[in-house]
């Protein structure tokens, strides 16, 4: 069965880094996403890209996060200078608008920003 | 704002009840809507969508759709320990992004 893999499992940086997270989506997905999970909180959305351009963001999605897909098949989430708060589970996520319009989440990557 | 709201319990329910989570959700404009689990330190996972008024059915699970009341609910019969995770409700509009709510921790107890 396809699946969305995410790699880091376990980022640990120091504030003020910059930090890539990795996702390969499912090959014939056209919709992908970033989201967010503070330890105990709610998946929170933080962009939405399809056909190469970022079609939808939140106000979490500030200047310090960009996302693009460099060769065709990765599609990565760049944090440029880290903060605290941004120690979280990043998730990607796919969506399927074919027949089962299913959205497919990666295992994650756990941030930790000391 | 769009915003989904659930109950974030915990929810009890003996092995074998019925358990029964709600969700509402504010705009009018969603179009579909996910039900997910997400165990501790895991990815959610879907269990089922539902795009029309009234019930759909897949196994134990029914979703519940009132876009009148702009509600929809997830009930688990027969439930069972391994259904004990933190079930989470997303809506979609005429856009592809999803809006999740807090979700709602479920226990079932053997």
């Known amino acids: 069965e396809p699946e969305v893999t995410q790699t880091p499992s376990h980022q640990v940086t120091q504030m003020g880094q910059e930090v890539i997270l990795r996702c390969v989506p499912i090959?014939?997905?056209?919709?992908f996403y970033w989201y967010r999970q503070i330890l105990g909180q709610k998946v929170e959305f933080l962009v939405s890209?399809?056909?190469?351009?970022?079609?939808?963001k939140s106000e979490i999605f500030d200047d310090q996060f960009s996302v693009e897909r460099p060769d065709g098949s990765n599609f990565t989430l760049k944090i440029r200078s880290t903060k605290l708060e941004d120690s979280a589970m990043y998730f990607c996520?796919?969506?399927?608008?074919?027949?089962?319009?299913?959205?497919?989440f990666g295992p994650g990557t756990r941030l930790t920003v000391l | 704002q769009k915003e989904v709201e659930q109950n974030s319990g915990p929810l009890s329910v003996p092995e074998g009840a019925i358990a029964s989570l709600n969700c509402t959700y504010s705009?009018?404009?969603?179009?579909?809507f996910f039900w997910y689990r997400q165990y501790s330190g895991k990815s959610p996972e879907l269990i089922m969508f539902?795009?029309?008024?009234g019930d759909k059915e897949d196994g134990r699970f029914t979703a519940q759709l009132n876009k009148a009341s702009q509600y929809v609910s997830l009930l688990i019969r027969d439930s069972q320990p391994s259904d004990s995770a933190t079930y989470l409700c997303?809506?979609?509009?005429?856009?592809?992004?999803?809006?999740f709510g807090p979700g709602t921790r479920l226990s079932v107890l053997p």
């Open positions: 890209f399809y056909n190469n351009e970022i079609s939808e």
């Open positions: 996520a796919t969506f399927d608008t074919g027949g089962m319009n299913e959205q497919f």
């Open positions: 090959s014939n997905h056209l919709y």
């Open positions: 997303a809506v979609r509009n005429y856009g592809q992004n999803f809006v």
């Open positions: 539902i795009y029309s008024n």
């Open positions: 705009d009018r404009g969603s179009q579909s």
